[in-house]
C-alpha cells in the first residue's frame, strides 16, 4: 500500500507515460475563473446588456471559461479584454476588439470544488513529513458546468435595425416624422449588437452610416433614396463643369451644393464617391507634364484631387435604377447603366455581386429572357446558414439555379466570411448538377 505521505510528482507521471509509450494528443487548454459582473444598464432596445466600464456589483457566483492557448496569450500577453454580450431573449456571446466568438456551456462529470487557502504541492517541492497536520477548509461553492469559447461570427444586423427608424431622409420626407426616435453613439450601439468592434466599423462603413469613427457622436444613417439623391447632385456637378477624370477639386465640387443640404453630409457622400488621387510621385513622367492644366480644373495639387470609385459608382447606378421597378430586363439594364456610368468610370459586375442577382424567364416563343434584380445581402436575415440559404432559394422562384461565384457573397457574412464553410453548407444543404444550356455546375434546393 501506498503511503498516503508519498505525493507523485509531475516528473513521476511523465516517466510513467515515456514507459508506456503514450503519447499526449490532446490540445493544450487553459480555464480561466472569473466573477461574473452583474452590472446590467438596459439600453435604448429595453434588452439588458452587460456594461464592461463599472467595477460595481460582482456577483458572489464563479463562472469557469475554457480558452485555447491563442485566447489565453491574447488575455495575458496583449492586454486584450473579452465582452459578453447578450439580452433576455437572445444567447450570449463573447468578443475581442476585432473578433467573434461562440459561448457555449458545457458538463462535466466531476464536481469542480471551489476553497480557499489551499497550498498544492509543486514540482520539486520537498516531501511532506511523516505527521502531517490535518487543516479543516470550508468549500465556497461547487460547479458542474464550464463555458467552452469557440470560433464565432458576428451578428450586424441588427446594427441597421436599430439606425433605421433615425435614418436621415429627402426633406419631404423628414417633415412627416414628429415622434422622437432613438439615435445611438458608435459605443451605445456597440452594446446592443453581437460583434466585435473593429467587425461593427467595418460593417457600417460599408453602409451609408456617418461618425462611424467617432465614439461620443451620434450616428447617422442616410437613407438609401437620400443618398442617391445626394450622390447624383455631385455627379451632375461634375457633368457641368467639365472636371479632367481624376483631377476633381473635393471643395470646389461641394461649394455650390451646400445651400442645398448640410455640409457634413455632402462630404461624406463625397468621400464614398471619389478616393484621392495618385501623389505627383506616383505618377507616370506622361501624368506629369499633365499638371500644367491643373490650375483650370481648381485643382493646385494632387494631395487635393480625387477620382471616381468605380466600386460605389457602379453600386449607386444599380440601386437608382433598379430601386424603383421588381425588376429589369440584363439587356436593358446593362444598356442603360454603360450609357449613364460617368467618364473614367468602369462597369463591372464584380463590383454588385452582393447586391444584384439574375432571374431567368421562359417566354411563349420557349425563349429565356434574363432579368435583374436589386437584392441586397445586407437587408437578409441574420439567421442561421440553412435559413439564409432557403431564403436565397425563394428569392429566384421554384427551381432556381444558382452558381457557386453567385451564391459565395450572399452566404460568406453567414458563414464568417470563410469560403470552405460556403462549399460544406452547400454540400449539406443543396444539390449540384451541370446546366444543359452553360454546362456550368450549379446549385438547386435539395428539397
Avoid at 9 to 33: F, M
Avoid at 116 to 144: F, H, L, M, W, Y
Avoid at 200 to 205: D, E, I, Q, S, T
Avoid at 400 to 423: D, I
Wanted: net charge negative; with cysteine.
Amino acid at each position: 500500500m501506498t503511503s498516503l505521505n508519498a505525493f507523485r510528482d509531475r516528473s513521476d507521471i511523465e516517466l510513467e507515460l515515456q514507459n508506456a509509450k503514450l503519447q499526449n494528443t490532446n490540445p493544450i487548454v487553459y480555464s480561466v475563473i472569473c466573477p461574473v459582473q452583474q452590472n446590467l444598464k438596459p439600453d435604448k432596445t429595453n434588452n439588458n446588456v452587460a456594461s464592461e466600464e463599472s467595477d460595481e456589483n460582482f456577483d458572489e457566483d464563479i463562472k469557469i471559461f475554457q480558452l485555447t492557448e491563442q485566447q489565453t496569450q491574447m488575455l495575458l500577453s496583449n492586454g486584450e479584454c473579452f465582452t459578453i454580450k447578450g439580452s433576455e431573449n437572445e444567447h450570449c456571446s463573447i468578443f475581442s476588439k476585432d473578433s467573434s466568438f461562440t459561448l457555449r456551456s458545457g458538463e462535466t462529470s466531476n464536481t469542480l470544488l471551489f476553497v480557499s487557502d489551499v497550498k498544492v504541492p509543486t514540482s520539486g517541492a520537498p516531501r511532506v513529513p511523516a505527521e502531517t497536520n490535518v487543516i479543516t477548509t470550508s468549500v465556497e461553492c461547487s460547479s458542474q458546468i464550464y463555458y467552452e469559447i469557440t470560433d464565432g461570427r458576428p451578428r450586424l444586423a441588427k446594427a441597421l435595425q436599430l439606425l433605421k427608424p433615425s435614418a436621415v431622409k429627402m426633406k419631404s420626407d423628414n417633415s412627416l416624422t414628429e415622434a422622437k426616435i432613438n439615435s445611438y453613439t458608435f459605443h451605445e450601439l456597440s452594446q446592443a449588437v453581437h460583434a466585435s468592434d473593429q467587425e461593427l466599423r467595418a460593417y457600417l462603413r460599408d453602409r451609408n452610416v456617418m461618425h462611424v469613427d467617432d465614439d461620443c457622436l451620434e450616428l447617422k444613417l442616410l437613407d438609401d433614396s437620400y443618398f442617391a439623391h445626394v450622390a447624383m447632385m455631385i455627379l451632375r456637378r461634375l457633368e457641368e463643369e467639365s472636371y479632367e477624370v481624376g483631377k476633381v477639386p473635393k471643395d470646389e465640387c461641394i461649394e455650390c451644393l451646400q445651400t442645398l443640404e448640410p455640409l457634413d453630409v455632402l462630404q461624406f457622400v463625397f468621400g464614398k464617391l471619389f478616393g484621392q488621387s495618385e501623389s505627383a510621385s506616383d505618377l507616370s513622367e506622361d501624368a506629369q507634364t499633365e499638371k500644367v492644366s491643373e490650375s483650370r480644373t481648381g485643382c493646385d495639387n494632387n494631395s487635393n484631387c480625387y477620382r471616381l470609385n468605380d466600386k460605389s459608382v457602379c453600386r449607386l447606378f444599380a440601386y437608382y435604377l433598379l430601386s424603383q421597378f421588381d425588376k429589369m430586363s440584363s439587356e436593358q439594364f446593362e444598356q442603360i447603366v454603360r450609357e449613364s456610368l460617368p467618364e473614367g468610370v468602369t462597369w463591372n459586375y464584380e463590383h454588385v455581386n452582393d447586391c444584384l442577382i439574375t432571374l431567368e424567364a421562359p417566354q411563349k416563343n420557349r425563349e429565356i429572357v434574363t432579368y435583374v434584380k436589386y437584392f441586397p445581402e445586407w437587408e437578409l436575415p441574420d439567421d442561421l446558414p440553412e435559413k439564409r440559404l432557403t431564403e436565397l432559394w425563394s428569392a429566384k422562384g421554384a427551381n432556381s439555379k444558382w452558381t457557386l461565384k453567385e451564391l459565395t457573397p450572399f452566404l460568406l457574412p453567414a458563414v464568417g466570411n470563410k469560403q470552405q464553410a460556403v462549399t460544406s453548407l452547400l454540400t449539406k444543404f443543396a444539390k449540384s448538377s451541370n446546366d444543359s444550356a452553360t454546362g456550368q455546375k450549379v446549385f438547386t434546393k435539395r428539397y
